[in-house]
């Protein structure tokens, strides 16, 4: 699983579950610009103002799934970001990987590392 960022100019977009876009073997993007999804036509996106975020596959005790550069808190009130590091690992912050935690952790999403700033 995986979300689509796009920034143009002042506005940020965030896609997910979209037939519009695919993310190849290689972690290319690529855009449908077909008239539907049995006819398509993929084209690869070479914009730097868009990019992946991966998820984790971890999901908070509310149901919501973390993705990569999300901003969480914990009920403490320790602040960490999802970060990926390589080509398969992710770590929360400066020290725990994504791989030690578990469904149902009980922290909020608070923001994302594309918007800049915690949602409102």
């Known amino acids: 699983m995986y979300r689509i960022c796009h920034e143009d100019g002042e506005h940020k ?7 519009d876009y695919l993310v190849g073997m290689s972690g290319a993007i ?3 610009y077909g ?3 049995s006819q398509p036509f993929w084209e690869q996106v070479y914009d730097s103002t868009v990019f992946v975020q991966w998820s984790t596959r971890i999901k908070t005790k509310n149901g919501t799934e973390l993705y990569e550069g999300d901003i969480i808190q ?9 970060e990926r590091i390589g080509a ?10 994504v ?3 578990y469904d149902g952790l009980d922290v909020e999403i608070i923001g994302n590392t594309f918007f800049g700033e915690p949602y409102a």
Do not use: A, C, D, H
Request: aromatic share 20%; no cysteine; charged share 15%.
């Open 13 to 19: 977009t965030v896609i997910t579950n979209s037939s």
């Open 30 to 32: 690529y855009e449908n």
């Open 35 to 37: 008239k539907s999804w």
């Open 74 to 82: 914990f009920p403490q009130g320790s602040i960490w970001f999802i």
């Open 88 to 97: 398969s690992f992710m770590r929360i912050g400066p020290g725990k990987w």
């Open 99 to 101: 791989e030690s935690l």
